[in-house]
């Protein structure tokens, strides 16, 4: 693998735990808490981490690592907001 996949497949990680926490804190919170703009925010922010990796992969034809972007309402999340799920 090489330095550009391995730092592609490290930030998917990271990333990945960003937006499946920032979907389960925004479905946790009220809708008309104050908290939920900044979990959008922090989800935002995950999005274009996501998006500038796809940038460097077309760019340097690096496509064998493909990130995937975990729908805030993937079953994972939503077992996590029904409590099915346990936190870590």
């Known amino acids: ?21 920032s ?3 925004e479905q946790r919170l009220d809708p008309d808490s104050p908290l939920r703009r900044y979990a959008a925010g922090i989800r ?3 999005e274009s981490g996501v ?14 690592n493909v990130v995937m972007m975990i729908p805030r ?3 994972r999340t939503r077992e996590g907001a029904n409590g099915d799920h346990r936190d870590r």
């Open 51 to 64: 998006k500038l990796i796809r940038e460097l992969q077309a760019h340097s034809k690096c496509r064998k």
């Open 23 to 25: 979907g389960l804190l």
């Open 1 to 21: 693998m090489n330095e550009l996949n391995e730092v592609v497949h490290e930030l998917n990680n990271v990333l990945t735990g960003i937006l499946v926490s």
């Open 73 to 75: 309402k993937s079953r």
């Open 44 to 46: 935002e922010g995950g």
